[in-house]
């Protein structure tokens, strides 16, 4: 008889066939981003045109829609998807909200082809500056500078202005059809770049200019090779990024305007791009920054162009127009072609929640200690049952009860024959494949078929007859049928169920299924 003691660990018997499943791989730059609570704004009627950050805590961000610019506390302690004030002094389409560096000015375009300039907080219309005469879908105050903004329109002219006097000091030319896009660098208040549908991205300075003409020069070109719908400068001011059809690519601006990224995961148009700073609060993944890109197919993608690859994606379900992230890497916005945005944030530390607090009239207050725990009481005795193991510590696991189907059962008591019978009502494949490999590796499986009755025999032909020549059981099945019809040959011959299932072979002959 066999060892018991080398056979009870071979329980429960396992099919060795079966796939294992794989979980996903979550790396931290996937956790990072799945942190971000998600909510919709809805209501706002028409086409979330552009969204824009203010660069000042708490970071309220303005979005362009219909006739309309709104601004979001996103951190609102009752109605964080209500707008805190809604600026309506457009005529007709309103584009390009951007805020000055003190966040206290905002200017925005429209389709009537005026900039408009007004204060954040009194809603109170400041500016008007007129000089193109077609749509403005571009308006942009530079990274530090608060008395000029830069505006690109429909005219293919690219202006800068003096917004105190509301007079234009120079007109930049070069593009030939609608100029769509354009980003201040991150370096210098004196460069910018624009995008035009004519595919072009050019990099003006405005201390080249023609003197006493009022007509700026060109200080760089890059080819997109399509339309391009927006443009960003990256944080070192040396990279530019674009967005135009379904590819983004980086341009290396101190190397001549050489492209160094080129990124076609998008199926459908690129409408947006920003970058943002991400994991602040994450650890190892700190002071990184990742390059944001939306699309009409519905995708947001961000991209480590350090390391030139995707590291997240998530799918909505609207086509996408424009997006924006908060400069505390706390909120991720997204506006859509329907009129909704989808809003994500992130929890703060507790630290900024009270410096939040007192900023909007409220007061932080600490939690109560909690009462300590003292033997009499039932909690003590159950202290420290839901926490978890910390680095460096052992856990020590009850061992889990395994439950034993009934041929593993029958197999623990060493009812070989029985075991497989029951396998066999089961009516698993791998199941049975695995109880007769376990049969084989205690030489028991030719005994049980030598010593089962009628049933289990017409069940064990039944089987054959069906699984035999599978694949997967063929290398296993082929030899060991052909051993049970020569075996049995003469039970086979004396029953009337079993001579339907197989053709009994004449002297030394293969058995031949019907």
């Known amino acids: 008889m066999a060892d018991e003691s080398h056979v009870a660990k071979t329980f429960p018997t396992k099919p060795r066939l079966k796939p294992s499943s794989k979980k996903p791989n979550r790396t931290p730059e ?8 998600t909510q919709e704004i809805s209501g706002l009627v028409s086409s979330v045109t552009s969204i824009d950050f203010s660069p000042q805590p ?7 829609h219909s006739v309309s610019l709104s601004l979001f506390n996103p951190y609102h302690p009752f109605s964080p998807t209500e707008p805190i004030s809604t600026i309506s002094a457009f005529k007709d389409i309103a584009y390009s909200a951007s805020f000055r560096s003190d966040g206290k000015l905002l200017a925005a375009g429209g389709e009537s082809g005026i900039v408009q300039v007004f204060e954040t907080k009194s809603r109170t219309r400041l500016r008007q500056l007129k000089g193109h005469s077609r749509p403005v879908r571009l308006a942009k105050y530079p990274r530090i500078d608060r008395l000029h903004l830069f505006s ?3 005219d293919a002219l690219v202006k800068h202005w003096d917004v105190a006097t509301e007079t234009c000091l ?10 769509r896009s354009g980003s201040p660098s991150p370096v210098d208040d004196n460069l910018f770049a624009t995008g035009s549908y004519d595919h072009t991205v050019r990099v003006w300075d405005i201390r080249v200019s023609n003197s006493g003409s009022g007509l700026g020069s060109c200080a760089m070109v890059v080819n997109h090779g399509k339309p391009v719908e927006d443009v960003v400068f990256l944080p070192s001011g040396g990279l530019l990024a674009t967005a135009g059809g379904n590819v983004v690519k980086i341009w290396d601006l101190i190397g001549g305007g050489k492209r160094v990224y080129s990124m076609e995961s998008h199926n459908k148009t690129v409408t947006s791009i920003c970058v943002g700073k991400v994991g602040r609060h994450s650890g190892e993944e700190s002071d990184q920054y990742r390059l944001m890109s939306v699309s009409l197919d519905g995708y947001l993608k961000a991209v480590d162009y350090s390391k030139q690859k995707i590291t997240f994606s998530m799918r909505f379900p609207a086509p996408l127009l424009s997006v924006g992230f908060s400069p505390d890497c706390l909120t991720r916005v997204i506006g859509t072609s329907n009129g909704i945005i989808y809003m994500g944030t992130r929890k703060k530390d507790r630290v900024e929640e009270a410096a939040e607090d007192d900023f909007i009239g409220f007061h932080y207050r600490e939690e109560p200690r909690k009462r300590a725990l003292r033997p009499p009481s039932f909690r003590y005795f159950h202290r420290g049952q ?8 052992y856990l020590i696991l009850r ?6 189907a009934e041929h ?3 197999l623990k008591k060493f009812r070989h024959k029985d075991a497989l019978v029951a396998a066999l009502r089961k009516k698993d494949p791998e199941h049975v494949v695995a109880v007769m490999e376990e049969l084989i590796a205690r030489k028991m499986l030719f005994k049980c078929v030598l010593n089962s009755d009628s049933e289990g025999l017409e069940l064990l032909l039944a089987f054959l007859q069906r699984y035999t020549t599978v694949p997967r059981y063929g290398s296993l099945l082929m030899p060991f049928a052909n051993k049970v019809i020569q075996s049995r040959a003469q039970d086979i011959r004396a029953f009337d169920a079993l001579k339907g299932d197989v053709e009994v072979p004449k002297n030394g002959e293969g058995a031949r299924y019907n």
Do not use: I, N
């Not at 839901?386 to 510590?393: D, I, L, V």
């Open 408 to 410: 593993d059962k029958l």
């Open 170 to 179: 120079c007109d930049f030319l070069g593009h030939k059809d609608y100029v």
């Open 152 to 154: 690109g329109g429909d």
């Open 30 to 37: 996937f956790k990072y981003w799945k942190s971000f609570k």
């Open 386 to 393: 839901s926490e978890k193991p910390r680095e460096g510590e």
């Open 399 to 404: 061992p889990k009860k395994v439950k034993l």
């Open 58 to 64: 708490p970071h309220h961000f303005a979005a362009t």
